[in-house]
Every structure is written in C-alpha cells, then in structure tokens.
C-alpha cells in the first residue's frame, strides 16, 4: 500500500525540533504497573490483561517515532484508496505530523496506544518529561509515574474491556475518512489526541470546521466518545486514595495549572485540529463527578452497554443521562 505519511520525512522533522537531554530510566513499569491497574479495576470494574499489555519508559524522540508509525498506520488503513496517488501528499502529511509530534514530544508525560491499525497496545511513558514535572513540582517522581499510569490503564481499561467502544469509535473514523476531502491527520488527531493529554485551551477545531453537514453528526459522536473517555480517565486519577499516592491533590494542582499554561505549544494546539480541548477534559469530568455523587456504581454503568453512553447533551446535563438510566434495569460489568 502507498504511504500517506512519508514515515521517514516525518520522523526527521520531529527530530529536528525536540530538545533531549536525557534517555529512558531504569524506573521499574511493571512493578508501578501492578499497583495501578488494581485501583483501575477496583473502580472501573473493567479488566485490563496486563499480560498482553507492553509498557515502557521511552526518550522523547522514541515517543514521537512510535506516535509516527501509529498514527501511520491509522491513516493508510482508514484513507480510501483514491486518495493515496495525490503527489507529494505524503510528504506534506509528513512534515505536518513531524512538526507537531516534535513540538509535544517535551510535554507528553504518558500515553496509552490502542494500536488500531499496527502493532499491539503499549503504553508510553516519558521518562525525562515525568522527571522534569516531579522536580518543578517539588514531587515524588514515583509517585508521578503511578499517577500517570493509572490514567493510562484507565484507557487501556476503556479500549480492552469495553470492546465495542473500541469497535465503534474506530468505525467513525472509518466514516470521516472515506467521505471527507480534507488531511487526514486533521480527522484523526481530533479524536485520538485526547488519549494524550496534548494541549489545552479551547482550540480552533479545523476537522469539524470544514467538515459538510453530514459529517458533522459523526464528528460530533466521536468527540463525545473521546470526551467520555478522557474524563472518565480524569475522574479514576482523582478517586485514587492517598493512601496509595499520598500527594495526589498537589498534582491535581499542578496538571490543572500546566494544561492553562500559555505559549507556542497552546498557539499550535489551536490550530493544528489535533489540540485536546481543555473544556472538554472539565466537562467529561464533571459528568463522571455528578453522577457518582448521585449514584456510586454510575460511572459503571456508563460502559456497561453501549445505551449507557451518554450524548452530547448529556454530558453537559448528568441529571439527564441519570433519569434515561433510571429508567432501564441496572446493568453493570464487572469483573
């Protein structure tokens, strides 16, 4: 198959732009690892299968190279086959990717890959950033990692054991990409960014701006999936005892504040199409905190099938989605 991203180019550009001054540490993943994915199956009642999952500590340049490939091989899957001849289109994808890739390989503390299109689920983490955070913020780098990683099992916990969330987010891609005229890296990093934690702000949203009306329907779900995902992930991170990580409020503090924080990194997000919106991190969690206070097994519930997912306007209006569930036979998956 013809490449729609020249892997090489953007591998390069990436490169180019990221500043490195320390590689992958010995920290023991596995061992964090353990200790996370009981607090993630302990409130999520999702199973993860660690034993499946590869995680490791990676340099930011490993980080932007493995994103490359990923996002690579997403695109070349998902793009129709009457768009892979147009010249020098790679190319410019390449350059694009690379360029942004490399401008948040420095700020990327941890990323879950659901690998969907190459390769198996891994989870990133970034060692030097994780190490730069703990030492600005006066922390635990252990404790950091932990934190970290119980956000990212937490997506490893929605994509494995929620199969058909995976499967239906995936089958909207499917759907943005054979209909619509535009990049391809603009449709796919609006969804998929938000496993990241790329940016914040409230960016300009260059995929659903010019989408036709048709598509805007279907752009409008997968955001919502992706704003479920991500703050149900952020409402598992703030339900961890401190028992478990007993400085969790001052890295609350501190993410809260680094997501506002301003610079070229917010300029790009808000107009490259792949920012992660940070009004739609508050607003995924704030659902998951409302209805919790009104129903401790809800957040449950809400990857129990897929009518349990809450719409758009449900998001912004909990008490909605919890009368429509109130109304149907609980159903909770457990364990």
Do not use: C
């Not at 689920?121 to 934190?147: G, S, T």
């Not at 603009?186 to 048709?214: H, K, M, Q, W, Y």
């Not at 991500?230 to 501190?254: C, L, N």
């Amino acid at each position: 198959m013809a490449e729609v991203v020249a892997r090489r180019i953007a591998i390069t550009t990436a490169k180019l732009l990221i500043q490195q001054s320390a590689g992958p540490t010995d920290r023991d993943y596995q061992r964090l690892a353990a200790t996370a994915s009981r607090v993630v199956h302990e409130l999520t009642g999702l199973e993860l299968d660690l034993g499946t999952l590869a995680i490791e500590g990676v340099d930011r340049e490993g980080w932007a190279e493995r994103n490359i490939n990923s996002y690579a091989g997403l695109i070349e899957r998902l793009t129709p086959p009457s768009r892979l001849s147009s010249i020098g289109m790679a190319e410019l994808n390449a350059v694009a990717l690379g360029a942004l890739l490399g401008g948040f390989a420095s700020k990327v503390l941890g990323q879950y890959d659901p690998a969907f299109a190459v390769g198996s689920p891994a989870v990133w983490m970034v060692d030097e950033n994780i190490n730069r955070f703990a030492a600005h913020a006066q922390l635990d780098a252990e404790e950091v990692a932990l934190w970290v990683l119980v956000h990212e099992l937490t997506h490893r916990a929605q994509f494995h054991g929620v199969p058909w969330f995976r499967e239906r987010l995936l089958e909207l891609m499917g759907q943005l990409f054979r209909a619509s005229t535009i990049s391809p890296i603009d449709l796919v990093g609006e969804v998929l960014a938000r496993l990241r934690g790329l940016g914040s702000g409230e960016p300009i949203d260059v995929a659903t701006l010019f989408l036709p009306e048709r598509l805007r329907s279907v752009a409008k779900e997968a955001t919502t999936m992706m704003t479920v995902a991500e703050g149900h992930a952020e409402w598992v991170m703030r339900q961890v005892s401190t028992e478990v990580i007993p400085h969790r409020d001052a890295f609350e503090k501190v993410i809260d504040e680094r997501r506002q924080a301003a610079g070229l990194g917010k300029i790009i997000a808000q107009f490259s199409g792949i920012a992660s919106k940070r009004r739609q991190y508050s607003v995924g969690l704030q659902f998951f905190q409302s209805i919790a206070e009104a129903d401790e097994r809800a957040p449950q519930r809400v990857f129990a099938t897929p009518d349990g997912l809450p719409t758009a306007d449900e998001l912004t209006d909990p008490a909605r989605w919890l009368r429509r569930m109130a109304k149907r036979t609980p159903s909770v998956r457990g364990a």
